[in-house]
């Protein structure tokens, strides 16, 4: 096929050719780099960092000048402007940085489409100059099945079919390994699939109200309109896990921890807890991490405690450096019975003695600052353990009634976030721990418009679609009805309307 020719993939340069590795970027007249590895993955150097450490400090690789300009993280990935000097004549660089990419496993579909998707913008910036650039450790596994999805998406886009064999048989007789496992195998069909079934979800802050529109529209065939059809194409593709992917919550020391057993962590994607508590006491809480736009695992979705639980709750927020408490309860009353202690008694503990703590009352929010200490045991203190003082904030939203699926007040959920912004600010960026009933209802609905948002703030883009699909990736009960995703795009129009300009 012709446009796998497009494409050089290159092993990931060590000490010995990063030399090399930029005399070929000059030669080749190549703009735009694809990385698919981690600088260190398992204690090991996958590939020698090339490019310079600080912006504005050029290395010097002979007779050409490497300087980084800026920086971006997301996610799953980073973007690196890189400004490449020889003698007079300068160029531009963009690194594509996929940080999401194991060495022994394969990513989240969505967020490498995604990744795609900006490679092509930057892409179409260089026209026909020279070939892009891939690359990961050894230069084939995952450089291999990069090439083999992105040359498929062309063709399909192109002539409507794609050809995964005979691509992979290609590059294979160019260089043995290019596809290494059964598994990437698969996975460039799980992505093809997923391409063709999703299509184009994102749009254009500019076009929202126009689209918001046209999303509310009912196909007279179908008797759906586009809210329903994409919430059910995402429901269809939600990952579900087994009783044995969860199998820390079965346990029989751990199954009274959680208010209901259909709602139960994976092993693989829960926060653990490390504080020393008791002889009994274990590693879990019914809790899950969903990403955001800007940072991987920026929430952590739990349930509110029992009275029984308390002590778990604080120690996720200690041993995880949380700092923002995000309570989406106004009535802490379970909705199957049972009992919810209040706010104000969760603060009363003996392993995290409460120093100090304030509160404002107003009449959308409840906010809580404490300020907190840990009791350190002995075996901890043996370890070289310290009870460090942390702080963090508890933002109670209070007009969400219980029997209410949405909030009686958009503004105040929206106000909610770029107060908890405004302190993450002030303060660190840990873990956001996102709190509702039963760990499903309404928390969904706070990190998918929040990573749709910050997708405005970043991009000036829209992909409700993208983000809600991230966020239930790790717990598929999360925006758990058409209701609550309807709600996040009226949650990301009303901040355009009413705060994005502002600010």
């Avoid at 925006?479 to 309307?497: G, Q």
Wanted: overall charge negative; aromatic content about 12%.
């Amino acid at each position: 096929p012709h446009n796998i020719c497009d494409k050089t993939y290159v092993l990931g340069p060590n000490e010995h050719t990063i030399a090399d590795f930029w005399r070929m970027m000059w030669e080749q007249k190549s703009h735009v780099i694809v990385m698919l590895t981690k600088v260190f993955e398992f204690i090991r150097v996958m590939c020698v960092q090339y490019w310079p450490t600080e912006t504005d400090k050029p290395d010097v690789y002979g007779d050409l000048e490497i300087t980084l300009l800026s920086e971006e993280s997301l996610a799953n990935f980073m973007i690196r402007t890189i400004r490449i000097r020889k003698n007079e004549e300068v160029r531009e660089i963009i690194q594509m940085h996929f940080t999401s990419w194991p060495a022994y496993t394969v990513p989240f579909p969505a967020s490498l489409l995604e990744f795609r998707r900006i490679v092509l913008l930057y892409m179409d910036r260089y026209p026909k100059i020279g070939p892009l650039v891939v690359h990961c450790s050894d230069g084939c596994g995952r450089t291999g099945a990069y090439l083999v999805i992105d040359s498929n998406l062309e063709l399909g886009e192109e002539e409507g079919v794609y050809d995964v064999f005979g691509y992979t048989k290609q590059i294979a007789c160019a260089r043995k390994g290019m596809v290494e496992t059964q598994e990437q195998y698969m996975f460039i069909y799980e992505m093809l699939e997923d391409h063709h079934i999703c299509g184009k979800t994102w749009f254009p802050v500019s076009e929202l109200v126009q689209q918001l529109k046209h999303k509310s529209l009912r196909n007279p065939i179908t008797r759906k309109n586009e809210y329903q059809q994409e919430y059910e194409t995402i429901c269809k593709m939600s990952c579900k896990f087994s009783i044995g992917d969860c199998a820390g919550g079965h346990r029989p020391e751990n199954r009274e921890k959680n208010r209901d057993v259909a709602t139960v962590p994976p092993d693989n994607f829960r926060p653990y807890l490390t504080s020393y508590q008791s002889n009994d006491s274990t590693d879990y809480i019914n809790a899950v991490f969903a990403d955001g736009y800007t940072r991987s695992k920026e929430y952590i979705v739990t349930e509110w405690p029992t009275y029984k639980t308390i002590p778990n709750l604080w120690s996720l927020v200690y041993d995880h450096d949380c700092n923002s408490v995000i309570v989406l309860c106004s009535a802490l009353t379970p909705p199957n019975g049972g009992t919810a202690p209040p706010l104000v008694c969760i603060n009363y503990y003996k392993i995290f003695p409460l120093i100090f703590s304030s509160y404002i009352y107003t009449y959308d929010f409840n906010l809580h600052i404490f300020y907190f200490n840990k009791v350190v045991s002995l075996t901890e203190l043996m370890a070289g353990v310290k009870g460090e003082t942390k702080t963090t904030q508890f933002f109670q939203i209070t007009c969400w009634p219980q029997d209410h699926k949405v909030p009686t007040s958009t503004n105040a959920l929206v106000e909610l976030m770029n107060m908890v912004e405004r302190w993450r600010q002030r303060s660190t960026y840990g873990p956001v721990v996102v709190v509702s009933m039963n760990g499903r209802c309404r928390a969904g609905v706070y990190c998918a418009a929040n990573f749709a948002i910050e997708q405005v703030v970043q991009h000036d883009e829209v992909d409700v679609f993208l983000a809600v699909k991230t966020v239930r990736r790790h717990r598929h009960q999360l925006v758990e009805n058409l209701t609550e995703y309807k709600y996040c795009y009226d949650l990301v129009m009303h901040y355009v309307l009413h705060f994005l300009n502002n600010e």
